[in-house]
């Protein structure tokens, strides 16, 4: 599972694109920044670490598909609804992951309980680079 997306922005000036890093160098213990509006706070950034990498996980529950995302990254900067689909940043800013879930106790939905997981950057990309091919 990847779902991932690429958007072309027109009509706007000045945008700087992201800069992708190598998340193959991902470290455990990595500093790493999650960006993005969680629960609509707009303009948020939570920092943790790299916890762990090469994670698989379930992200669904009985009411939906459950889908595994492999190779996901382990961090535990703050991914709540709203920061999931930002950028997983370095030290440096570069995007080294795509933020997509958090882990829950008992399927509560309360927020953020210092588990989150990231698609790696390397595989991100690759799914862009596919996806703009294909258009």
């Known amino acids: 599972m990847t779902d991932l997306a690429v ?21 455990v213990g990595d500093t ?33 598909s459950a889908e595994t995302p492999d190779d996901a990254v382990q961090t535990d900067a703050s991914i709540n609804p709203g920061n999931s689909g930002g950028p997983l940043v370095d030290d440096t800013g570069r995007v080294v992951g795509v933020t997509t879930a958090n882990a829950s106790v008992d399927g509560a939905s309360a ?23 294909d258009t």
């Open 32 to 64: 790493v920044l999650a960006v993005g509006s969680p629960l609509g706070l707009e303009g948020s950034v939570t920092a943790g670490i790299v916890s762990a990498l090469h994670r698989s996980i379930t992200v669904g529950d009985s009411d939906r």
């Open 111 to 133: 927020g953020s309980i210092g588990v989150g997981f990231a698609i790696p950057g390397n595989q991100a990309r690759q799914v862009a680079d596919r996806l703009l091919a």
């Open 7 to 27: 958007i072309k922005a027109m009509g706007v000036s000045r945008l700087q694109p992201a800069t992708f890093g190598d998340s193959d160098t991902l470290a």
